[in-house]
Every structure is written in structure tokens, then in C-alpha cells.
């Protein structure tokens, strides 16, 4: 009984954090808020063809624009890639994990889907992802692992698997023990130049990056020190999803 | 910390509330559906939350006070709320009445590393039942819009509109010669 009512109260006066830092749009970028997402497109989406798009799912009690910095970034360097990302109730994507599949039914000028979230929000996408094994063409993990019952080393789609080497909260062992639930694995580096293929997961380890510089929200209670920058942290997240999001 | 300690000055506000004259204390859980978010129309399942308020007897039988607070969670966060409001009870038989109930609200949507100021209003109507021995019940069905100014510095919506079903325990204070 003590344990629900812990639960209870934990659940109703939970604390989301806000973004931090001020926020530039790139001129390239358009934004579109909707009830159920955050848009980022760029202006010339409308002429590719060979349009990718990634769902992305908020780490637990994040508000979804703290991954904005990058998103748009991400965006505005790469114009064949949309980004939507969700907002889930409470901030938590344990209550809506299935939400990520409306938009593939909705976008239909969308060519290739992926699938990601950070910590909880990557869970939540590992549990998508085995729920509609044939929808996404890849899974972007950070700081996150599937759950026992997402068992995904037999899905055919790729796998990117971020973490940071002084994340306090996911940390590295923690990450490599979750290994066995995903395709079989390599580990990559900045260098790498390797084509991503299906059935393969990519294990990408970000050093001196931690868990809460996945997005723009401060130090997180239980995180380790980085000691990169949040901007040199967020660099290396989007060079490895240019190369990742073909 | 500052969330920490709004919400022990709204439980100490709501014990010291206690103490004076209601004519009872009520005890509800709501389940909350988003209508809209921003201008646009976007029916779903938005959370729960939890209340206490009390009703104190205004000018005659069929008008109330209502002072509470609420905790709970909306398309936008987590938050807790003042509530002050007033009843009408337009019509009342020997075993129900139907209620009309209308808040203003005030409080905080809980987020890190500040809080942010959220207010707004609700009405809705309900049916009390009144069960010989047990305590009253309700239920009932509000039209509730609250904005947190601060989130449109983040978000253009930053305003909501939500329906929220509530249920209600009453445990009115007995009249005199109730006690016995």
C-alpha cells in the first residue's frame, strides 16, 4: 500500500524539465507545434524525393522541445530529413509508447520511417518498434535500452546506439548488458565511414558526453559531469544521424 | 524546492481550511480529456488528478463556497492548483441534487528548474446523491480552460481547454441533531 502511495505521489507532482537555453530557429527551418508533436522541416522539403523522417520520443519528465538545438540543426544541414517530435502526456511516453506509428499512417509523402527516443523515450521506441516490426527502417537508441519484454535481436531494421561515456543514469555497463536484446552489434567511432545495414546494431559511445546533454535542460539530478560541452555532445549526435538517416 | 514547498503551503492551507465551518469535506479523482491545446482541436486522454475542497453554506441551502486545491496532470505538466468557486444546487429532490459548480484557478505547472504560474477556469454540471447512512457521492462532467503564460515563451500553446469527469466523496458534517 505504501509502495501505490509513493507511486501516486511521485506520478502527480512530478517535475518536467524545461528547456534552458535560448532558442535560435535556423533560417532554413520551419517549425510546425501541433497537440501531439513538434514539426521540424526544412523549407525545401518539399522538393526531395527521398524523404527520411525520425520519430523522436522525450526521455521521462523532459518536455520535448529540450531536444530542439539539435533537431533543427539536424534538420537544416539535411534537408531529405524531417524530424517529429512527440509530446506525450504527463511527459512520460509510458502512457502513449503506440503514438509514433500515427504518423507513418498520416505522412504518406514520407519515403523511409526511423524511430528513436532518449532514456525512458528510447525504451518506449524499442517497444514501437516490436510492436510494428515492419514500419521503421531504424531504431536510434540514446542513453536507452529496450525492455526485457522487447526482445529485438532478431529485427531486421539497423540500430544506432548512442550513450555517453559519464551518464550517471543509463551508464555504459548498464547499456553494454542490454546489448543481447538488440541485433548483433559493432562498435563505431567518429571516423567510421561504414554503410549502415539492416540487422545491425551501432554502438556509439560519446566521450565526455552524459545523459541530460542528449538535450538542452541542465544538470540532471543523479547524472554524471560531462566534460564536453552540450554543443560539442549534441556535434557528435548529429553527425552520427547524418550518416545514419540515408 | 520552491514547487516542494508551494504544495506543503496548499496541504497546510487545506488542513487550516478544515478547521473552520464547512459543511463538509470533499475528496475526488478525475479523469482528464484534453479538447484542444493551443487553437486546435485535439481530443485525448490527457491524465488524472486528485482533489480536496470544502463546501461552506452561502446565503441559503442552494448555494456554496467552494475552497480547495487539486493536483493532477494536464497536456502540459504536472501542476497543483488553489481552487475557489462557487455551488448552486438548482435542483434538489429527496435523494439528489443536480449541481452546478464554477472555479477560478489558481497555481503552479510543475517544472524544472522553475515552476511556472498556470491559472484559469472551470464549470461544469453534476448529481449528488444523498445515501442514508453512507457518505454523499458524486459525479459529474466540467468544460475547463487553463493557460500557463510563461510556457509561450517555449511553445505557442501554451492554453488548453480540457473535460474532465469527476467522481466525489462528500463527508458533510453532521447537523446537531444528527449527533445524537
Not at chain 1, 520520443?57 to 517530435?85: C, E, M, T
Not at chain 1, 537508441?141 to 526482445?151: F, H, I, R, T
Not at chain 2, 462557487?86 to 524544472?112: H, V
Amino acid at each position: 500500500m505504501k509502495y501505490y502511495c509513493c507511486v501516486l505521489l511521485i506520478f502527480f507532482s512530478a517535475c518536467s524539465y524545461l528547456p534552458e537555453a535560448e532558442f535560435i530557429l535556423p533560417e532554413t527551418v520551419e517549425v510546425d507545434y501541433r497537440p501531439d508533436y513538434i514539426h521540424f522541416y526544412h523549407r525545401d522539403a518539399a522538393q526531395v524525393t527521398n524523404g527520411v523522417a525520425l520519430v523522436f520520443y522525450p526521455g521521462g519528465l523532459v518536455d520535448p522541445h529540450v531536444y530542439r538545438d539539435w533537431q533543427a540543426k539536424l534538420v537544416s544541414q539535411n534537408p531529405h530529413i524531417q524530424v517529429f517530435s512527440l509530446r506525450v502526456a504527463a511527459n512520460l511516453a509510458v502512457f502513449e509508447a503506440n503514438k509514433g506509428a500515427s504518423l507513418v499512417k498520416k505522412f504518406k509523402n514520407i519515403n523511409q520511417w526511423y524511430v528513436g527516443g532518449h532514456s525512458l523515450g528510447g525504451a518506449m521506441a524499442s517497444v514501437l518498434v516490436d510492436n510494428e516490426r515492419n514500419m521503421f527502417a531504424g531504431l536510434v537508441l540514446m542513453a536507452a535500452y529496450p525492455a526485457e519484454s522487447n526482445d529485438l535481436s532478431d529485427w531486421q531494421g539497423k540500430v544506432l546506439n548512442l550513450y555517453a561515456e559519464n551518464d550517471g543514469l543509463a551508464d555504459t555497463t548498464t547499456i553494454k548488458s542490454k546489448a543481447r536484446l538488440l541485433p548483433p552489434g559493432v562498435i563505431i567511432n567518429k571516423q567510421s565511414t561504414l554503410d549502415f545495414v539492416a540487422g545491425q546494431t551501432y554502438n556509439a559511445l560519446i566521450f565526455g558526453g552524459n545523459h541530460a546533454q542528449f538535450g538542452n535542460y541542465g544538470q540532471q539530478n543523479g547524472d554524471g559531469i560531462a566534460t564536453v560541452s552540450t554543443e560539442e555532445q549534441q556535434e557528435v549526435i548529429i553527425d552520427y544521424l547524418e550518416k545514419f538517416l540515408k | 524546492m520552491k514547487q516542494g514547498r508551494f504544495i506543503l503551503l496548499i496541504l497546510c492551507f487545506s488542513l487550516h481550511v478544515s478547521t473552520l465551518t464547512a459543511q463538509g469535506l470533499e475528496l475526488g479523482l478525475r479523469n482528464q480529456y484534453r479538447i484542444s491545446l493551443g487553437m486546435e482541436l485535439a481530443p485525448s486522454w490527457t491524465g488524472l488528478a486528485l482533489e480536496a475542497q470544502w463546501a461552506f453554506p452561502l446565503l441559503s441551502d442552494q448555494y456554496e463556497l467552494l475552497i480547495g486545491s487539486e493536483t493532477g496532470i494536464s497536456a502540459l505538466s504536472s501542476y497543483s492548483t488553489l481552487r475557489t468557486g462557487l455551488r448552486w444546487k438548482f435542483i434538489q429532490k429527496e435523494k439528489s441534487r443536480i449541481i452546478l459548480d464554477w472555479n477560478l484557478l489558481n497555481g503552479i505547472a510543475l517544472f524544472r528548474p522553475n515552476s511556472l504560474y498556470e491559472f484559469g477556469s472551470e464549470i461544469g454540471i453534476g448529481q449528488q446523491w444523498q445515501r442514508a447512512g453512507r457518505n454523499d457521492f458524486s459525479y459529474g462532467l466540467l468544460l475547463r480552460f487553463s493557460t500557463i503564460p510563461g510556457y509561450a515563451e517555449i511553445s505557442p500553446l501554451y492554453y488548453q481547454t480540457m473535460i474532465p469527469v469527476y467522481f466525489r466523496w462528500h463527508f458533510n458534517k453532521k447537523a446537531p441533531h444528527e449527533r445524537g
